[in-house]
Each structure stands twice: as structure tokens, then as C-alpha cells.
């Protein structure tokens, strides 16, 4: 990882510029919008925390008229435990800096430092829908489809529903390819009787929103196989954001050596909380 402190010979001297371009960065938080945040373990002990489900009853008992009921115990699991992380980054910036810069470095630092622990925490929740166990569709020879997608519908068994579905979340190699399909419907045509639509949705999919994030899982090709990427399709709450602590922005005033630091940091815990609420499309690119 780079250290090193910002001084006036990384600022751009004003002379005669157009207005400062901000940094650019590739993807933002797409999953965190799906996710199910909790805040619950803000101020409480602990260097981890456990998922619990409730366990379901057997069917329905067979009765007639000379037949009891037996209760049955409503049971617990304790399900899986994740571990609380902390991430984040600082930067350094000598008065100097601020003071020569052709814009403001400090307000452009805040904003980069947002976008990074947000990039960040998407790529932690996309590890734990892709984890271990969870429902996979291979179509890794095939692009993006709705014939793929009615695969994929096909795992959730009866439980599939629309309304049930937070989205859908492909890669952006994927997108040509749904673009293409007659089954897609895109967002600039779900306006129509003052729909509100989420923001980062593209359009839909057999009436599910459909979102764009590069940080799904792309398996390169090896020259026989082409590169695959992943699609999740997520319902509802199956996906657990949990905050030790939000994200903190702190400043430092180094007197010494004249410069102030900025720093962010955050506390959280990423898991998938239903196995069988995600389901991975692998496909390949476009068409």
C-alpha cells in the first residue's frame, strides 16, 4: 500500500485551465442498495456476530375428530457467525496543497475516501452472496439471457415471486446482451404513470430491476473457454449489512509539519442471511 504524505508538488498550479475534472472511479455501491442494514451492533461488545433463523415446522398434522394435536417446539438455529471488519484509508494535506491547489483538495479528498469504503463494502457484499453453497446457474458458454434467467427463476421453486425480488445484478459485460433481449425493458420506458424508479436501475426483467456492478465475480477465460461473469439474482433480506459503526470521518491537525490529515474508517459485518434467496447466473459476455 502507497504512504507518503500530499504536498504542493502533487497540486496542479492554476495558469490557465478549464474547470477541475474529479477523480474517476470505476463502480459504486450496487449490492448495499439490496442489502439489509442493521444497526443494532452499534455500541454493544463483541468481535463478532451471529445470524439466527428460526427453523420451520413440519407440514400440516392429518386430523380427524378423535385425533389430538401435538404441539411441535418452535426451534432456533444459530446459524452462521461473521466476523466485524474494519477498513479504511487517510490522506495528508500540507496547508501548501491547499493553499496553491487549482481546486479544493480537501472536499475532493472527503468525496474519494466516500467512494472507496463504499466500493469496498459492495465488493465484501458480493463475496458473501457468491459464498460457498450458494444456488448456481452454469451457462458459462452462453451470454445473458431471459432464457437464462427462467433458469434461474426455476431454482427458487414455488417460492419465486417478483414482488419477493430485490433485483437482479449483472456485470456490465453482461449488458449488451440483455439490452438485445426483446424481454427487457428498460428504464426510460417504466416512467409511464409516475413510476418511481430506484436509482442505478437500468430497466427490468420479467418485472424484477436490474442493476449494473463490476464487482460480481468475472472467471477469466483460458482460450477455451470464454470469460465468465456473474449475474445475482437476490431476493429480499437475504443479503445482512450490519454496522459496528457507521462510516467516521476524523481530521488531525499536525502541527509540526503544517498539514492536516483526513481519515475514514467503518466497522460492519457482511453475510448472506437466506441460502436460498440468491441465485448466480454464469454466463458469459456479450453476444
Same mark, same amino acid.
Given at each position: 500500500m502507497a504512504t507518503g504524505t500530499t504536498t504542493s508538488a502533487q497540486m496542479l498550479v492554476p495558469e490557465v485551465w478549464a474547470d $477541475?475534472?474529479? &477523480?474517476?472511479?470505476?463502480?459504486? $455501491?450496487?449490492?448495499? %442498495?439490496?442489502?439489509?442494514?442493521?444497526?443494532?451492533?452499534?455500541g454493544m461488545p463483541g468481535s463478532g456476530v451471529d445470524f439466527p433463523k428460526w427453523r420451520a415446522l413440519g407440514e400440516a398434522d392429518e386430523l380427524d375428530e378423535n385425533t389430538p394435536l401435538v404441539p411441535e417446539p418452535l426451534g432456533t438455529d444459530k446459524g452462521a457467525r461473521a466476523t466485524i471488519k474494519e477498513i479504511g484509508k487517510a490522506v495528508n494535506l500540507t496547508d501548501k496543497s491547499r493553499l496553491v491547489a487549482f481546486g479544493d483538495p480537501y472536499a475532493e479528498a472527503q468525496r474519494q475516501l466516500g467512494v472507496l469504503i463504499a466500493r469496498r463494502i459492495d465488493r465484501d457484499l458480493t463475496a458473501a452472496a457468491? &459464498?460457498?453453497?450458494?444456488?448456481?446457474?452454469? &451457462? &458459462? %458458454?452462453?451470454?445473458?439471457?431471459?432464457?437464462?434467467?427462467?433458469?434461474?427463476?426455476?431454482?427458487?421453486?414455488? *417460492?419465486?415471486?417478483?414482488?419477493?425480488? @430485490?433485483?437482479?445484478?449483472?456485470?456490465? @459485460?453482461?449488458r449488451a446482451s440483455l439490452l438485445k433481449d426483446p424481454n427487457f425493458i428498460s428504464a426510460d420506458k417504466l416512467g409511464a404513470g409516475n413510476a418511481v424508479i430506484p436509482r442505478g436501475v437500468i430497466g427490468k426483467v420479467g418485472d424484477v430491476n436490474v442493476l449494473v456492478s463490476d464487482r460480481v465475480?468475472? *472467471?477469466?477465460?483460458?482460450?477455451? *473457454?470464454?470469460?465468465?461473469?456473474? @449475474?445475482? $439474482?437476490?431476493?429480499?433480506?437475504s443479503l445482512g449489512l450490519l454496522y459496528k459503526r457507521r462510516p467516521l470521518v476524523e481530521t488531525d491537525r499536525v502541527v509540526l509539519a503544517r498539514s492536516t490529515v483526513l481519515t475514514t474508517t467503518v466497522h460492519y459485518a457482511t453475510h448472506r442471511l437466506d441460502d436460498e434467496g440468491i441465485v448466480v447466473l454464469k454466463t458469459a459476455g456479450a453476444a
Open positions: $477541475m475534472v474529479q &477523480a474517476k472511479f470505476k463502480g459504486s $455501491m450496487v449490492l448495499g %442498495t439490496l442489502a439489509v442494514e442493521d444497526n443494532t451492533l452499534v457468491e &459464498a460457498p453453497g450458494v444456488i448456481t446457474v452454469d &451457462a &458459462a %458458454t452462453k451470454p445473458l439471457s431471459w432464457d437464462v434467467m427462467v433458469d434461474g427463476i426455476q431454482r427458487f421453486g414455488d *417460492t419465486w415471486d417478483p414482488e419477493l425480488m @430485490a433485483g437482479i445484478v449483472i456485470h456490465s @459485460a453482461q465475480t468475472t *472467471t477469466p477465460g483460458d482460450g477455451k *473457454t470464454p470469460t465468465a461473469y456473474n @449475474a445475482l $439474482m437476490v431476493k429480499h433480506g
